[in-house]
């Protein structure tokens, strides 16, 4: 997968401590990995990606970060 051609948010700084999502079109489906660590990718289709990034722009997940009380 080292021939996609990798692309992170213009958000994202150099150096460590700023590492995040890039994403690379693989023929009909998207791959993304972690800029910190790219030996593991993942893959989806466009239409399931921009479904999760509406549920996450809508805070349908925020209650998957929330930390339990104790």
Known sequence: MSEANWRKSSYSG???GNACIE???MGR???????DDPRI???TTPAKLGSLL??????ELDHLAAV???
């Open 54 to 59: 509406r549920s996450i722009k809508a805070g």
């Open 14 to 16: 150099a150096g460590d």
């Open 29 to 35: 489906a998207v791959a993304l990995r972690e800029s």
């Open 23 to 25: 994403l690379a079109l």
């Open 41 to 43: 990718v993942l893959t």
């Open 68 to 70: 339990p009380e104790a």
